[in-house]
C-alpha cells in the first residue's frame, strides 16, 4: 500500500467529504448548482412526481454537481502546473471543462422541464 491509499472506509468517507466541503466552500458554480438543485427537487415534490421521475431529476442534477467538481479539479491542475500563468492549451482545456458543465446542466434543465411540463398539463386536463 502506497502513502497515498487510505487504510479504511472511514478515512476515506472522511476524505470525500472533505472534498464536497472544500467544492462547497471554494467554487461558486457549485453553490448555485446546488441551490438549484434545492428548487429543482421542491418543485418535484410540489407536482407530486412519481419514484421514478423523481429518481432522473435527482440524478440528472446530481451529475451536473459531478461534472462541476471534475472540473474543478482541471481547473486547480491546470493551475499548478502552469503556475497560474496564461497558456493557450490551458486556456482550451478549461473551455472544455466548462463546456461539459454547460452540457449537463442544460440537459438536466431539459429533463426537469420535460417531467413537469408533463405534470403541470396533467392538472389542467
Not at 468517507?13 to 438543485?37: C, D, E, P, T, W
Not at 407530486?48 to 442534477?61: D, G, H, P, Q, S
Not at 479539479?73 to 461539459?100: P, Q, R, T
Request: proline share 0%; net charge positive; with cysteine.
Amino acid at each position: 500500500m502506497n502513502k497515498f491509499q487510505s487504510r479504511s472506509f472511514q478515512k476515506s468517507l472522511m476524505y470525500a467529504l472533505n472534498g464536497v466541503r472544500l467544492a462547497f466552500r471554494s467554487q461558486r458554480n457549485f453553490r448555485k448548482h446546488l441551490v438549484i438543485m434545492a428548487l429543482t427537487l421542491t418543485i418535484a415534490y410540489f407536482l407530486k412526481v412519481n419514484l421514478v421521475e423523481f429518481c432522473i431529476i435527482l440524478f440528472a442534477n446530481a451529475f451536473v454537481l459531478v461534472c462541476e467538481m471534475f472540473n474543478s479539479v482541471v481547473e486547480f491542475v491546470i493551475d499548478a502546473y502552469y503556475k497560474n500563468k496564461w497558456a493557450k492549451l490551458a486556456k482550451l482545456s478549461k473551455d472544455i471543462g466548462a463546456g461539459a458543465v454547460l452540457i449537463s446542466a442544460t440537459v438536466s434543465a431539459i429533463i426537469s422541464l420535460l417531467i413537469y411540463a408533463s405534470k403541470i398539463y396533467d392538472l389542467y386536463l
